[in-house]
């Protein structure tokens, strides 16, 4: 928390309010109580000096069309700042991904109308669907960054893929057991690797 002088009095500066849109990834799906995104994200935050309050607007199988219908009441008035991460459903059901973007797209231009600063968060496409497919997915997050000038994430797993001993090791060790949702210990190094990212948001929500 700033302490900021007026008056020759010390004001405390309110925390930073930030809604984080997602899925199960954002709600903390499969995990005990406090093990999820948000609340070891609000920890991080905490350890290193940065104040803010994280609302869990994480709604589990939720895909962009749904973040999108929920927008409205997520943003209350004393939302200060976003994290949007949605897509890994609509990756996962195969939906058309001009569909994806144009969902992200009148989120992120809504949160622009509000003039509030956005952390986006992407994930890149599995193979399966084919190379047209995932390169038509994976542009969408840095794509509609540069639009709209968010910060970025390109890829939410990239601290654990980026762990040694090949993927059938990572997934046993950072992943629950339907290779999907991480672990407790996936999600530590998740947030470590997000973290500073969040931390920079607060910083343009204070400008």
């Known amino acids: 928390m700033v302490a900021v002088l007026s008056s020759g009095a010390a004001v405390w500066a309110e925390p930073v309010t930030i809604a984080a849109l997602g899925d199960s990834l954002t709600q903390g799906y499969g995990l005990p109580e406090g093990d999820g995104?948000?609340?070891?994200?609000?920890?991080?935050?905490?350890?290193?000096?940065a104040e803010a309050i994280i609302l869990n607007a994480g709604v589990s199988g939720d895909t962009t069309a749904g973040g999108l219908s929920r927008l409205g009441w997520t943003l209350t008035p004393d939302v200060d700042a976003m994290i949007v991460f949605l897509g890994g459903n609509d990756m996962l059901r195969g939906l058309d991904p001009a569909t994806s973007r144009a969902n992200l797209d009148a989120i992120l231009s809504e949160v622009q109308t509000r003039n509030l600063p956005v952390l986006l968060i992407g994930?890149?496409?599995a193979g399966n669907y084919g190379a047209t497919f995932k390169s038509d997915f994976d542009a969408i997050y840095p794509e509609l960054a540069a639009k709209y000038g968010t910060l970025l994430v390109p890829d939410f797993f990239a601290a654990l893929q980026?762990?040694?001993?090949?993927?059938?090791?990572?997934r046993q060790r950072y992943f629950q057991a339907d290779g999907i949702h991480p672990n407790p210990d996936g999600v530590t190094l998740i947030v470590d690797q997000i973290g500073p990212e969040v931390a920079k948001l607060i910083e343009l929500a204070q400008d």
């Open 162 to 170: 980026a762990q040694p001993g090949g993927t059938a090791a990572i």
């Open 123 to 125: 994930l890149p496409a």
């Open 37 to 49: 995104f948000v609340p070891k994200m609000d920890q991080w935050l905490q350890d290193h000096g």
